[in-house]
């Protein structure tokens, strides 16, 4: 019979462990959630003061972040950056 039940992060054997357990401990828990988050990058822009004042109200009217407004416009097939 196939062991299967290894902690899906250090492989640490769960023999000791619930049947359903996939983790040996909370932290390998919590590394392997962090790895299947999506990742992220940080991208700088450089806006104009009147650029930023007008996504800035646009935002606020939609209750969004800025950069939330910006990848809906930007991931939105009709959308437009300049309206
Ligand atoms: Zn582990």
């Known amino acids: 019979m196939p062991n299967i039940h290894n902690c899906k992060q250090c492989g640490i054997s ?3 462990k619930y049947g359903n357990a996939r983790h040996c ?10 790895q299947l988050q999506t ?8 806006l104009t003061i009147p650029q930023f ?11 969004l972040l800025i950069n939330q407004l910006i990848i809906n416009r930007a991931t939105s097939a009709s959308g437009c950056v300049h309206p």
């Open 14 to 16: 769960l023999t000791n």
């Open 25 to 34: 401990s909370h932290a390998c828990r919590s590394k392997t959630w962090r």
């Open 39 to 46: 990742p992220t990058i940080s991208v700088k822009l450089k």
């Open 53 to 63: 004042d007008i996504l800035k109200t646009q935002a606020d009217s939609l209750n």
